[in-house]
Protein backbone atom coordinates (compact mmCIF):
# COMPACT_ATOMS: atom_id res chain seq x y z
CA UNK A 1 0.00 0.00 0.00
CA UNK A 2 1.11 3.45 -1.18
CA UNK A 3 2.42 5.56 2.36
CA UNK A 4 -0.28 8.44 1.40
CA UNK A 5 -2.73 5.75 1.90
CA UNK A 6 -1.94 5.69 5.74
CA UNK A 7 -1.41 9.18 6.31
CA UNK A 8 -4.69 10.40 4.17
CA UNK A 9 -7.19 12.42 6.37
CA UNK A 10 -10.25 10.98 7.51
CA UNK A 11 -12.83 12.38 5.03
CA UNK A 12 -15.07 10.78 3.27
CA UNK A 13 -13.22 12.59 0.54
CA UNK A 14 -10.17 10.53 -1.58
CA UNK A 15 -7.59 12.28 -3.01
CA UNK A 16 -7.84 11.44 -7.12
CA UNK A 17 -4.86 11.45 -9.93
CA UNK A 18 -7.29 13.21 -12.12
CA UNK A 19 -6.07 13.03 -16.26
CA UNK A 20 -6.93 16.38 -18.27
CA UNK A 21 -6.70 15.55 -21.76
CA UNK A 22 -7.74 17.01 -25.16
CA UNK A 23 -6.41 18.20 -28.50
CA UNK A 24 -4.08 21.04 -29.31
CA UNK A 25 -6.05 24.62 -28.80
CA UNK A 26 -9.17 23.21 -26.48
CA UNK A 27 -8.22 25.22 -23.96
CA UNK A 28 -6.82 23.11 -21.23
CA UNK A 29 -4.43 25.39 -20.21
CA UNK A 30 -6.81 28.67 -19.99
CA UNK A 31 -9.12 26.27 -18.07
CA UNK A 32 -6.22 25.24 -15.88
CA UNK A 33 -5.37 28.54 -15.38
CA UNK A 34 -9.01 29.74 -14.50
CA UNK A 35 -9.34 26.74 -11.50
CA UNK A 36 -6.05 27.63 -9.91
CA UNK A 37 -7.09 31.49 -9.99
CA UNK A 38 -10.56 30.51 -8.18
CA UNK A 39 -8.47 29.61 -5.29
CA UNK A 40 -9.58 25.97 -5.08
CA UNK A 41 -8.75 24.11 -2.36
CA UNK A 42 -7.57 20.38 -1.67
CA UNK A 43 -6.05 20.45 -5.85
CA UNK A 44 -2.91 20.01 -6.52
CA UNK A 45 -1.53 21.03 -10.58
CA UNK A 46 1.48 19.21 -11.51
CA UNK A 47 3.71 21.50 -13.31
CA UNK A 48 5.10 19.37 -16.07
CA UNK A 49 8.83 19.55 -17.90
CA UNK A 50 9.41 20.82 -21.40
CA UNK A 51 11.65 20.90 -24.05
CA UNK A 52 9.55 23.56 -25.73
CA UNK A 53 10.56 27.08 -25.60
CA UNK A 54 7.65 29.36 -23.28
CA UNK A 55 4.66 31.33 -25.32
CA UNK A 56 4.31 34.54 -24.59
CA UNK A 57 3.07 35.05 -20.62
CA UNK A 58 4.15 32.10 -19.37
CA UNK A 59 6.62 31.58 -16.84
CA UNK A 60 9.03 28.92 -15.59
CA UNK A 61 8.03 26.84 -12.98
CA UNK A 62 4.18 28.41 -12.95
CA UNK A 63 3.06 27.10 -16.33
CA UNK A 64 6.07 24.13 -17.05
CA UNK A 65 10.01 23.97 -15.61
CA UNK A 66 11.48 24.65 -19.32
CA UNK A 67 14.71 21.93 -19.30
CA UNK A 68 16.67 21.63 -21.93
CA UNK A 69 17.06 18.13 -23.68
CA UNK A 70 20.07 17.04 -21.63
CA UNK A 71 17.99 17.74 -18.55
CA UNK A 72 15.02 15.71 -19.76
CA UNK A 73 17.05 12.85 -20.80
CA UNK A 74 18.99 13.09 -17.26
CA UNK A 75 14.96 13.20 -15.46
CA UNK A 76 14.34 10.14 -17.73
CA UNK A 77 17.44 8.47 -16.49
CA UNK A 78 16.93 8.76 -12.78
CA UNK A 79 13.35 7.60 -13.20
CA UNK A 80 12.12 10.97 -12.27
CA UNK A 81 8.70 11.08 -13.92
CA UNK A 82 5.96 9.42 -13.90
CA UNK A 83 5.12 9.84 -17.57
CA UNK A 84 6.85 11.71 -20.32
CA UNK A 85 6.19 11.99 -24.39
CA UNK A 86 7.76 13.70 -27.36
CA UNK A 87 4.84 15.81 -28.86
CA UNK A 88 5.50 17.82 -31.73
CA UNK A 89 8.80 17.76 -31.62
CA UNK A 90 9.18 18.69 -27.79
CA UNK A 91 9.52 16.74 -25.02
CA UNK A 92 6.82 16.78 -22.41
CA UNK A 93 6.83 15.06 -18.67
CA UNK A 94 4.81 14.65 -15.05
CA UNK A 95 7.02 14.96 -11.90
CA UNK A 96 6.58 11.85 -10.07
CA UNK A 97 7.38 13.45 -6.31
CA UNK A 98 4.94 15.80 -6.93
CA UNK A 99 2.65 13.26 -7.79
CA UNK A 100 3.36 11.25 -4.36
CA UNK A 101 4.02 14.70 -2.45
CA UNK A 102 0.10 16.22 -3.25
CA UNK A 103 -1.25 12.32 -2.29
CA UNK A 104 0.34 12.36 0.55
CA UNK A 105 -1.40 15.28 1.64
CA UNK A 106 -4.67 14.57 0.86
CA UNK A 107 -4.80 16.21 -2.33
CA UNK A 108 -6.62 15.50 -6.00
CA UNK A 109 -3.47 15.91 -8.31
CA UNK A 110 -4.55 17.68 -11.78
CA UNK A 111 -2.04 16.22 -14.53
CA UNK A 112 -2.56 18.05 -18.34
CA UNK A 113 -1.32 15.37 -21.07
CA UNK A 114 -1.94 14.54 -24.22
CA UNK A 115 -4.08 11.37 -25.46
CA UNK A 116 -0.84 9.61 -25.35
CA UNK A 117 0.04 10.54 -21.91
CA UNK A 118 -3.12 9.49 -20.64
CA UNK A 119 -3.44 5.96 -22.07
CA UNK A 120 0.04 5.67 -20.49
CA UNK A 121 -1.17 6.88 -17.02
CA UNK A 122 -4.29 5.52 -16.89
CA UNK A 123 -1.56 2.28 -17.33
CA UNK A 124 0.38 3.10 -14.08
CA UNK A 125 -2.42 4.21 -12.02
CA UNK A 126 -5.89 2.27 -13.45
CA UNK A 127 -7.88 4.54 -10.96
CA UNK A 128 -7.11 7.24 -12.47
CA UNK A 129 -9.60 9.59 -13.34
CA UNK A 130 -9.57 10.60 -17.06
CA UNK A 131 -11.52 13.41 -18.20
CA UNK A 132 -11.28 14.38 -22.24
CA UNK A 133 -11.78 18.16 -23.06
CA UNK A 134 -13.49 18.46 -26.70
CA UNK A 135 -14.55 21.48 -28.83
CA UNK A 136 -17.52 23.02 -29.64
CA UNK A 137 -16.53 22.69 -33.38
CA UNK A 138 -13.08 21.99 -35.20
CA UNK A 139 -13.94 25.74 -36.93
CA UNK A 140 -13.63 26.88 -33.14
CA UNK A 141 -10.44 24.88 -32.79
CA UNK A 142 -9.04 26.25 -35.07
CA UNK A 143 -9.74 29.86 -34.75
CA UNK A 144 -7.99 28.95 -31.35
CA UNK A 145 -5.18 27.77 -32.59
CA UNK A 146 -4.94 30.99 -35.10
CA UNK A 147 -5.15 33.33 -32.15
CA UNK A 148 -1.97 31.74 -30.58
CA UNK A 149 -0.21 32.91 -33.52
CA UNK A 150 2.29 30.77 -33.05
CA UNK A 151 1.65 28.13 -35.66
CA UNK A 152 2.00 28.03 -39.14
CA UNK A 153 -0.31 26.76 -41.67
CA UNK A 154 1.36 23.60 -42.22
CA UNK A 155 1.58 23.15 -38.50
CA UNK A 156 -2.31 23.77 -37.51
CA UNK A 157 -2.98 22.33 -40.45
CA UNK A 158 -0.77 18.65 -38.39
CA UNK A 159 -2.86 20.22 -35.19
CA UNK A 160 -5.95 19.50 -36.44
CA UNK A 161 -6.01 16.35 -38.52
CA UNK A 162 -4.46 14.84 -34.78
CA UNK A 163 -7.18 16.65 -33.19
CA UNK A 164 -9.28 14.55 -35.20
CA UNK A 165 -7.69 11.38 -34.80
CA UNK A 166 -7.78 12.69 -30.78
CA UNK A 167 -11.83 13.25 -30.42
CA UNK A 168 -12.39 9.50 -32.19
CA UNK A 169 -10.52 8.31 -28.91
CA UNK A 170 -12.69 10.03 -26.46
CA UNK A 171 -14.32 6.90 -25.83
CA UNK A 172 -11.44 5.83 -23.71
CA UNK A 173 -11.70 8.35 -20.96
CA UNK A 174 -14.21 8.42 -18.19
CA UNK A 175 -15.98 11.50 -18.77
CA UNK A 176 -15.91 13.69 -21.53
CA UNK A 177 -16.76 17.73 -21.44
CA UNK A 178 -17.65 20.04 -23.77
CA UNK A 179 -15.70 23.66 -23.68
CA UNK A 180 -18.27 25.92 -25.09
CA UNK A 181 -16.90 29.15 -26.63
CA UNK A 182 -17.37 32.10 -23.90
CA UNK A 183 -18.48 29.64 -21.56
CA UNK A 184 -15.02 28.67 -19.43
CA UNK A 185 -16.63 28.86 -15.89
CA UNK A 186 -19.60 26.31 -16.95
CA UNK A 187 -16.29 24.05 -18.43
CA UNK A 188 -14.48 24.34 -15.10
CA UNK A 189 -17.69 23.62 -12.84
CA UNK A 190 -18.74 20.74 -14.69
CA UNK A 191 -14.80 19.39 -14.73
CA UNK A 192 -14.85 20.54 -10.68
CA UNK A 193 -18.41 18.74 -9.86
CA UNK A 194 -16.85 15.45 -11.84
CA UNK A 195 -14.18 15.31 -9.63
CA UNK A 196 -16.04 16.16 -6.34
CA UNK A 197 -18.42 13.21 -7.22
CA UNK A 198 -15.76 10.75 -8.08
CA UNK A 199 -13.58 11.51 -4.99
CA UNK A 200 -16.80 10.09 -3.03
CA UNK A 201 -16.61 6.42 -5.18
CA UNK A 202 -17.62 3.78 -3.26
CA UNK A 203 -15.24 1.70 -3.53
CA UNK A 204 -12.82 4.34 -4.14
CA UNK A 205 -10.57 4.85 -6.63
CA UNK A 206 -7.07 3.19 -6.41
CA UNK A 207 -4.19 5.44 -7.32
CA UNK A 208 -1.34 3.69 -5.93
CA UNK A 209 1.87 3.33 -8.14
Not at 36 to 54: A, C, K, M, V, Y
Not at 122 to 134: D, K, M, N, V
Not at 148 to 174: P, W
Amino acid sequence: MAAWLANKPDSTSNPLVVVISGPSGVGKDVMIDRMIESGRLGFHFTITNTTRDPRPGEKDGVNHFFVDVDDFVNLIAADDLLEWAQVYGNYYGVPKQQVCDALDAGKHVIIRVDVQGAKRISEIIPGALLIFIIPPSLDVLKKHLKNRGVDSEAEMTKRLVAANEEISQASLFDFTVTNEEGHLDKTVDSVVEIIESESHAIPPRDVSF
